[in-house]
């Protein structure tokens, strides 16, 4: 949970209003609400439509779904959770990785909604083999026991995997995997002539048990709340703590290099990145954040350096005011974080 809202999911996913001249070619569309609409590079859904219309056929429809899985690449769906608000933009998209030979990995099962559960595990075909939590947060982990539950009751047992919360987390974060992962192992789905392979990479900040995953095979990173798309993930201190979450940018940066990433798969919001190379690429969404992160900082140094006596209350009113006053509650997290980085620098 926690990230800043649908609001903001609204503004970034609307289509572009004017394609540019420069860029005819470069526009893609895709289909919302039962129209086809272009999209820039700069739109939210962009990504989503590189992924799956790589030749920029009109294929893809981009309205959010949770009947029903979405498929983003021949071994990978998404199903989005019915539990779409403020903190959760659309829904948390859980991911299930892999085919009908190797079975499947789910990534963030989401909370523990029934029939969510339900339609997890009939998009796998009954052959769930792992279940891995991105982190800890309600709306990520809690659908991890029932979902297991559901496969021995059909005679299989995935192991729920990911990293234990920290004492930090707030009591409805508290988990403990059945099997703790280490910062660089893989897990492998194989059969007789294929795998999928996903290096898990520990990505403390949004909380301290966050990790990501990189789809090997695939040059794909599943980015959990750490990277989003149309909303700004919120660091809560104490479980979430701002120089790790920088720190943790920069990890995914390399990780990017070293697999060339081409796209990321958010828990919140569409697919982000573009082709290896080119604008908005993985890498290039991964350093804007950072500089997005730098410059808020510095705004928020400057507020606290011209109101030196002022309370959190005012400098988020200060450091925050491009964004709307309902927001500020939830921004006042992610100051402390920046206020608390800066103090400690
Ligand atoms: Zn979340």
């Known amino acids: 949970m926690v990230r800043s809202s649908q609001l903001l999911h609204a503004v970034h996913s609307g289509a572009s209003s004017a394609i540019t ?8 569309s895709g289909w919302l609400n039962g129209q086809l609409v272009p999209y820039a590079p ?3 859904p962009f990504g989503e439509l590189t992924l799956t219309c790589p030749e920029g056929q009109h294929l893809h429809h981009l309205d959010w779904r949770t009947n029903e899985s979405v ?3 021949k071994n990978v769906q998404r199903l989005t959770a019915p539990n779409p608000g403020v903190m959760t933009g659309p829904g948390t998209n859980s991911y ?3 085919d009908p030979d190797t079975g499947y990995l789910v990534i963030d099962p989401g909370p523990a909604d029934a029939e969510h559960i339900d339609r997890l595990w009939r998009a796998s075909g009954g052959d769930i083999r792992m279940i891995v939590c991105t982190h800890s947060h309600p709306d990520h982990s809690p659908g991890a026991a029932p979902l297991q539950a559901l496969c021995v009751a059909h005679g299989k047992r995935p192991p729920i995997l990911g990293l234990s919360s920290a004492p930090t987390a707030r009591a409805n974060s508290e988990f403990t995997p059945e099997r703790e992962l280490v910062d660089g192992e893989r897990l492998i789905l194989q059969c007789a002539c294929h795998q999928h392979t996903l290096r898990v990479v520990h990505t403390p900040g949004h909380a301290a048990n966050h990790l990501c995953l990189v789809l090997e095979e695939d040059s794909l990173l ?13 660091v809560d201190p104490p479980d979430g703590h701002m120089t790790d979450y920088l720190e943790s940018l920069d990890k995914l940066l390399k990780a990017c290099e070293q697999h060339h990433i081409q796209f990321i798969l958010p828990a919140h919001g569409y697919v982000l990145g573009n082709v290896w190379g080119e604008a908005h690429d993985a890498r290039a969404c991964i350093a804007h954040l950072k500089a997005h992160r730098l410059k808020r900082e510095a705004k928020i140094w400057a507020v606290m350096q011209q109101h030196p006596e002022g309370s ?3 400098w988020v009113k200060h450091a925050y005011d491009d964004i709307p006053s309902k927001l500020w509650p939830v921004a006042k997290r992610s100051l402390l974080a920046h206020v608390e980085r800066l103090r400690a620098l």
């Not at 001249?21 to 893609?28: G, K, N, T, V």
């Not at 599943?222 to 993930?233: A, I, P």
């Open 222 to 234: 599943f980015s959990g709340d750490h990277v989003l798309n149309g909303s700004t993930t919120v």
């Open 96 to 98: 299930l990785v892999g």
């Open 71 to 73: 498929l983003l690449l």
């Open 42 to 44: 700069k739109d939210a």
């Open 21 to 28: 001249a420069e860029q005819p070619l470069a526009a893609r």
């Open 312 to 314: 959190m209350d005012d």
